[in-house]
């Protein structure tokens, strides 16, 4: 595990370093004022001239290119992203007042299509062709077709519309002077719906990938070697089998864990869910371009740092890959 480590850390430092640059670079490349490319020129105009030199000094405008790509590594590992002038309030601050929201809606997400698509290409797998399998798979394979925010506008019409048995929009309810155990269940009545359109969108691709594998894991020796020595069909079908088809699974879920913020970029909007993916639609009209820069170097930070997890857990789950190194 520590050779792993050893080896994976610099190849995920030059990534980062490529992303950190791709971000310093982009601004600088189009045309005009930098300052214009980074806030706007509708921000300019009604930016004041003491702002504006601040800003200035700020992003070491004045100086040659290289002293200004030093000054942006060394305010980005500080923390410092620039600042926003359509929140009046460093972009650091914005982002980080909304991040909690879209880790919370992001993570539930993600471990529920992750459980309930292993589960179910486990299951399916083990009984390939059988009425169960064909059923499952039908009803997946035909949900895989939709995408996030057409399920998020049915369940929205019908739970929140029709039936009026979930909130429309937010993540909790303005002026109810909840707290406790009522705070967290409102909470949760907001997060239902959206995080159910993000579950529904992404189990069938950890289902389908679960299954092929789990066929594939089935017919191997040591699967037979354990039904020979008289275990239960539940401790090899989960233990045995199952454990070998997670290796994909959670490769796949730290590299498709970009594809799942994106989506919920558009669930969030529709929910009205205070995000990171309505602030970043918020700062695409209201082109505030410190906060977009920000939330996209963020979320490259996170898919980086799921990628490594992802590799950790597969070495531990499967010691040959450490041999691979």
Known sequence: ???????????????????????????????????MAIYGEEALVAMTPELK???????????????????????????????????????????????????????????????????LGIESGWRRGRSLDRTILSGLMALSGFPDFFLAMVLLLVFGVFLKLLPL???????????????????????ILPVSALTLGHVAGNYLLTRSTMVTVIKEPFVRVARAKGLPDRIVQYRHA???????????????????????????????????????YQALLTRDYAVLQGVLLLVAVLVLVANFCADLACARMDPRIQHAY
């Open 53 to 119: 030199a601040f800003l200035l000094r700020s992003f070491a405008l004045d100086r040659p290119l290289w002293q200004q790509f030093l000054v942006y590594l060394g305010q980005t590992f500080q923390g410092n992203l620039g600042f926003s002038y359509y929140h009046s309030a460093p972009t650091f601050e914005v982002i980080l007042g909304r991040l909690p929201w879209t880790l919370l809606l992001v993570g539930t997400a993600l471990i529920l299509s992750t459980g309930l698509g292993v589960i």
């Open 242 to 280: 199952g454990r070998n088809a997670l290796l994909p699974v959670v490769t796949r879920t730290g590299i498709w864990l970009g594809r799942i913020v994106t989506g919920t970029l558009f669930v969030e909007v529709i929910f009205a869910y205070p995000g990171l993916g309505s602030l970043t």
């Open 169 to 191: 929009s937010g993540s909790l309810t303005p002026y109810s002077g909840l707290s406790g155990f009522a705070l967290a269940l409102d909470v949760l009545r907001h997060l």
């Open 1 to 35: 595990m520590k050779t792993l480590i050893q080896r994976n850390i610099p190849t995920y430092l030059v990534a980062l370093l490529v992303i950190v640059s791709i971000n310093f670079v982009l601004p600088r490349m189009m045309p005009g004022d930098p300052l």
